[in-house]
């Protein structure tokens, strides 16, 4: 395919092709017309020279047409070339070199650069040596990149964490102990967690990778009198770019000349309309990095990562690299923002108090036991055994083990969590922010509504015209149909059908609001390129911000026609009638005001309203035609079109609600659109709903936006800094905050946020990289999904923990009862371990593993683990175990002996400690059975409890743990005194509720 001459559109015996340069080189211009005419078959040349689009009419004769384009193509890259080498060989004569840039431009460069006169007043934009210059001064074209931390520098700073440290002290404890075993997997404990912190570290640099790509590729410059492509990472301040439609834009700078050049930039907005632009009027007393401050509100500024979709133009470079809107973006990313989460705080909070209470624990147990003259060697053995195994180590571990198990319920529920620590703390939000175009409603421009001069028709529904769903027809009358074939016909969009992965997926190439008109005249019946063959275009004003609307002459069997498409109020001034069910009628103004009633009604509801008007020519039209005809028009009808909520995020915003949850609206859109958006998802109820504009932030200090950000749900025209702020002043109150989103703008927030989520097909690679989770439909309400999980496995952890340091500082305070009594020492360090291996790990992993019990969205009240009725349920806990363990103790002494008795309190303690892991999964309340009736929890019993027997009864495995087979009498005191620890348990707590000292467990609704 031709680099210099490319078709864009296509039918037998008329082809359009995009050439470029040819508008700008007038001297080529006739040239490559008087070669075209040479070929055989050539009917009509036309060139529009505001475009360089040229409109190619020809008779194939006997040649295939594919062969005819082809010869078309290869006459104008050859005339093009020759054009050009001859001005090359031109240029080694004069001694300015070749201006190629033309004159044109070079008065507008000149007027806008006081630092590049010289170059500019010879149209020939920087010399190599000053860009040369220029490059060392600024550097390269290049987004930050961050030199990445060490490995071994995040290994020890993961050694400096307290719960680290406290793992290696307790390894050292269980080295000293001759406990080599529980030593070793205490190590692999801290390497496993080490690991994991580094491999997360690293993250940063997938969104590195995916920064830097954007400087990739090539740009067009003028350099040296020529045009020539050029690495975008060697441009720099003052050069002059070309940019024309499919361009991205490769670094920040201003338009100094423009034809219709309109930019998308929802990278960076979200926002999926293209924006005008036009050439700028800057001042020549500032440079170029002090120009184009506004960046993307700039109504002549262009900014890296946008692209071009329609027109062209060359723009003056201001600002590259870090310099750039990008630039500052990409700072802000890939900083490390390493932060604690709730859950890592709230465990570290409390495990120093439990800690605390341990230690003075086995201090005041060895002291007692020394006082009492016992053993010194035997004592600290036990004591310090008794000590290290009453604090929960392998937490961390049961911890991820819940995490991960969560990780894959969420998978299987179309959400990727990359971070499984995000879970954890999207159980605790109480804020989401959310982008609203992509996230809260699809970023898809869809027909709405539409006025045919009689009648409003409301379409069905709004994903009735959704681009991945075009095969569904439409029903609608034969004015509808008109109307949309007319919007046809004035767009320059196509939608492209492409297979992939077994399903048809539709692509839009051109303009979003083009799109939803053909989509709708798609699901009309109406076959696009039908239509399209049968008019030829004769002549076409492109939309214009000035004219605000598109005119073309269309050319068919019965005649010609001019239909003009854009905004209502220059279209409408130039209506004479309307058509309606009666046929044509005189547009009075009775009409005139029934019609622009409607027109701000649609406006109202925030749609974007189109206006078609149309009128019949002479089939001689001459061409150039559309100027002289712009009057006396036909009013065809309206089309109001919108960007649609997605499927039931209005349920999603309600659930939050219920869950406590606010939901926050940040947009780029106009106030009034965001308003009218935040009504249909059910965000806003009232017409008056404060919206705050991003302008009105910077009045606010931090402290002040703070107490805004209380009140007002609803943020429009918000820059990505903006997003930070708001981000920013949320957390500063205590909130916990979500940030959903899918374009650049978004990704500073959101990887800022206590937790990011991004979409995963709407989603830019960037957003995706940047968050902790990832929704793999774009479905807000997994969201709320995720969020449920999250608190239940919250739940969980706190069930878990609880019933591990319950069971654990049961046995601390039965042992310490024991000494202070006079008692001989309950356990020595092999039975400890037993008690460990029979209660602790898999339970508390059923636990932490386990469905939640509730149906609906738990509530979060409290999320603390230092919560008062947590650390109550605790306490009654630990007391009822230790005292009911001690009695049974203390009198099996009186009748038998101690290693009899011994054996008695280990099996009383695994038995109660079974018989509360129910209890616990019901939160503290009465279970209606003892066992659990999960079956992986009975299997788990059934194994320890057969591990169990074995110990007490298989003599091999009673010497070894020194424990004394039981008679059947004192194994059912046993039993009946754990499940007294039970009732006293269940007695203590319903005083306390009736004393109202105690309240319902934190996590019921």
């Known amino acids: 395919m031709s680099e210099t001459a490319t078709v864009i559109h296509e039918l037998p015996g008329r082809i359009r092709v995009r050439v470029k340069w040819i508008h700008v080189r007038q001297n080529e211009q006739a040239t490559v017309l008087r070669a075209l005419r040479e070929l055989p078959g050539m009917v009509r ?61 070079a008065q507008t460069a000149a007027a806008h650069l006081s630092v590049d006169r010289g170059c500019a007043e010879r149209g020939c934009g920087l010399s190599t040596q000053e860009a040369k210059e220029r490059l060392r001064q600024y550097g390269e074209n290049r987004l930050p990149l961050l030199r990445d931390t060490p490995w071994w520098k995040h290994v020890l700073k993961q050694g400096q964490d307290g719960m680290t440290l406290l793992l290696l002290g307790l390894a050292g404890l269980s080295f000293v102990s001759k406990r080599t075993a529980e030593g070793s997997a205490l190590l692999i404990v801290i390497m496993v967690n080490s690991v994991v912190t580094v491999l997360q570290q690293h993250r940063s640099g997938r ?52 034809h219709h050049l309109a930019c998308d930039e929802s990278l960076l907005t979200g926002e999926p309309l293209a924006i005008e632009k036009n050439a700028a009027a800057l001042s020549a007393k500032t440079t170029v990095r002090e120009q184009n401050p506004d960046g993307v509100t700039s109504a002549s500024g262009v900014v890296m990562g946008s692209f071009v979709v329609r027109g062209n133009g060359v723009m003056l470079v201001t600002q590259t690299g870090s310099e750039t809107v990008m630039g500052k973006i990409a700072k802000g990313l890939v900083e490390p923002t390493l932060v604690e989460t709730p859950l890592q705080r709230s465990v570290s909070r409390f495990s120093r108090a439990v800690v605390t209470t341990i230690g003075l624990s086995t201090a005041l147990l060895i002291l007692v036991g020394i006082l009492r003259k016992e053993r010194v060697g035997p004592l600290l053995l036990s004591a ?17 083990i819940a995490l991960t198990a969560g990780v894959r319920r969420m998978q299987a529920r179309k959400a990727l969590v990359q971070k499984p620590s995000a879970l954890e703390t999207l159980g605790r939000s109480t804020v989401i922010c959310s982008d609203k175009t992509g996230t809260l409603t699809k970023n898809e421009m869809t027909v709405r509504v539409l006025f ?36 046809v016909l004035c767009s320059n969009a196509e939608w492209v059908e492409a297979e992939r992965d077994g399903k048809t997926e539709w692509t839009l190439r051109g303009d979003a609001t083009e799109g939803a008109l053909l989509a709708a005249a798609c699901r009309a019946g109406i076959a696009l390129r039908e239509i399209r063959a049968k008019y030829a275009r004769l002549d076409e004003r492109p939309f214009e911000s000035e004219r605000q609307r598109m005119s073309v002459i269309c050319q068919g069997f019965s005649g010609s026609e001019l239909i003009v498409k854009g905004a209502i109020e220059p279209i409408f001034a130039r209506c004479a009638f309307y058509q309606s069910e009666d046929g044509l009628c ?25 206006c078609l008007a149309y009128r019949p020519l002479p089939h001689d039209v001459p061409a150039r035609a559309v100027d002289e005809n712009e009057e006396n028009l036909i009013f065809l009808g309206l089309v109001g079109m919108e960007d649609p909520p997605r499927e039931h995020v209005e349920q999603g915003i309600r659930a939050c609600r219920d869950a406590g949850i606010r939901v926050l609206m940040m947009t780029g859109d106009h106030p009034e659109t965001a308003r009218a958006t935040a009504r249909k998802i059910g965000l806003s109820t009232s017409q008056a709903e404060r919206v ?49 989103g899918d374009g650049v703008n978004d990704a500073l927030a959101i990887r800022h946020a206590d937790v990011g989520i991004a979409m995963g097909q709407s989603g830019t690679a960037l957003a995706r990289e940047a968050s902790s989770i990832t929704l793999v439909d774009d479905d807000f309400n997994a969201i709320i999904r995720a969020v449920d999980e ?25 042992s310490l009862l024991s000494v202070l009594f006079g008692l001989p020492l309950p356990f020595v360090p092999i039975q400890i371990l037993l008690i460990n291996l029979l209660t602790d790990a898999a339970p508390t992993l059923t636990l932490l593993v386990r469905p939640k019990r509730h149906a609906g969205m738990l509530r979060v009240r409290e999320a603390d683990l230092n919560d008062r009725n947590f650390l109550t349920q605790l306490v009654v806990r630990a007391l009822s175990i230790g005292f009911s363990t001690f009695l049974l103790y203390r009198s099996l002494l009186l009748r038998v002996a101690p290693r009899i008795a011994q054996s008695a309190s280990l099996t009383t303690l695994v038995l109660v400690q079974w018989f509360q892991v129910e209890s616990w999964h019901h939160d503290g309340a009465a279970p ?78």
């Open 692 to 740: 705050l504009v991003g302008s009105e932030l910077t009045e606010y200090s931090d402290e002040a936006l703070q107490r805004v950000c209380l009140d007002v749900s609803i943020f429009a025209r918000v820059t990505p800094q903006d997003k930070l702020r708001i981000v920013a002043a949320l957390k500063a109150t205590g909130h916990v905050v979500v940030m959903t």
């Open 790 to 814: 999250g608190r239940g496995i919250l739940g969980n952890i706190r069930r878990a923990l609880g019933y591990l340091l319950s069971g654990n500082l049961g046995e601390i305070l039965f």
């Open 207 to 258: 969104d590195k990778r995916t920064l830097a790509a954007m400087t990739d590729g090539d740009a067009i410059v003028f350099r040296d009198g020529r045009r020539e492509h050029l690495a975008k990472e060697l441009l720099v301040p003052g050069d002059l770019v070309w940019l024309e439609e499919g361009i991205q834009v490769p670094a920040d700078g201003e338009l100094i000349e423009s």
């Open 45 to 105: 040349l036309e060139l529009n020279t505001l475009t360089g689009n040229l409109l190619i009419l020809f008779q194939q004769g006997e040649n295939r047409q594919d062969h005819v384009v082809k010869s078309i193509l290869s006459t104008i890259e050859d005339t093009l070339r020759t054009t050009e080498n001859s001005h090359a060989d031109t240029s080694k004569e004069m001694s300015g070199g070749t201006v190629t840039l033309p004159f044109k431009y």
């Open 928 to 1005: 209606q059975r003892i066992l659990p009736r999960q079956r992986s929890m009975q299997g788990v019993l059934a194994v320890s409890f057969a591990a169990l027997i074995g110990a007490l009864y298989i003599p091999p495995l009673a010497a070894l743990t020194g424990l004394q087979p039981l008679s059947l009498g004192i194994f059912f005191a046993a039993v009946t005194t754990a499940y007294a620890a039970q009732l006293l348990h269940g007695g203590i707590m319903q005083c306390l509720r009736h004393l109202k000292i105690s309240s319902t467990p934190s996590l019921q609704h």
């Open 586 to 610: 005189e547009l009075d103004d009775a009409n005139r005001a029934r019609i622009l009633a409607i027109a701000n009604d649609f406006s109202r509801e925030a749609y974007r309203v189109i």
């Open 452 to 487: 045919d001069g009689t009648h409003v028709r409301v379409l069905p529904d709004l994903d009735v015209l959704s681009t991945s769903d075009m095969d569904q027809p439409l029903r609608a009358s034969g004015h509808v149909v008109n109307l949309l074939t007319k919007a």
């Open 384 to 400: 310090l055994s008794i000590g290290a195994s009453a604090i929960p180590e392998g937490l961390p571990v049961l911890i991820g």
